[in-house]
Structures are given as C-alpha cells and as structure tokens.
C-alpha cells in the first residue's frame, strides 16, 4: 500500500491493490480482488474472501491476467460527513424549523417539530443520494489498472 501524504487538508490517498480480470470491455475490467485488512470484517463485500471491483482498463488487460490498481480515497473526511453528520444536522435543524414554523401557523408544536424533522432529514438522503451520483460519474471515481502482474 502506497499513501501520499503532504500539508494540504485535501490529501490524497493511494491505495495499491491486486486482483484477477474476469470480463472486460476495452474500457472498464471487473477484477476478482482479495480482502484488504480494512475490510476484512466488514462482511458488505459479496463472497468470502473476495469483492469483485469495477475498475478502469486504461492499459488493456486481458480476462485471466492479474494486475495491481490503485484506490484513490479523496474526500473520506467529507463522505463521512456527509454520509454520518449532514443527517443529523438535518434532523435537528427540521425539529427547530418545524417547532418555528408550528408557532407562526397556529397548529400543533409536536406536529410542526415531527413533520420539519421528518422533511428536512429527507431533503439530507436525497441530498446524498445526488452528490453521491454525480461524484461517482467523474473519471477518477473508478480506481484504475496501473500494470499487470502476471
């Protein structure tokens, strides 16, 4: 494993892994990679000891070849964040917002809290939810094969 470390808060990590090509289509390759030690029992990979990882062929490899690619871990602070955090900011925001939006409309402070908590800790999945595509269709969200072992 290789990391790239420096002063910037915007760091970069590397991340080199190994795998086996088991189909590809000129651009992209699915390899048959093995466990690494920070995943080794999260159990969300599919398999026992393996994670089938869509990767970018930019150097062509064939079905069969094994190969090393890199992983780059670019905003794990942020998705963190995003992911633990921004929900529960949401909700808490919803519940005050909600309780304040109760006392103008002259109905029921239990309802405006629930109902503002409910919406806004909505609006914070969808929130998610599009960040998430729209990172995830950039060209470096795909690790990328960087040579063939074998």
Known sequence: MRIE?????????????????????????????????????????????????????????LVGQRVAFEVKDTGALKGAFLIFIFPLLALFLGVLLGGLAAGFLAVNLLLGRVLGAVILFAVSLVSIMLYDRRVSKGKDALPAIIHIIK
């Open 5 to 61: 470390a420096c002063d910037n808060p915007e760091v970069i990590r590397i991340k080199t892994e190994e795998g086996i090509v088991i189909e590809t289509d000129g651009v992209t390759a699915q390899v048959k990679a093995g466990r690494h030690v920070e995943c080794k029992d999260c159990g969300a990979c599919p398999g026992s000891e393996a994670a089938v990882v869509t990767v970018r062929n930019q150097i062509n490899a």
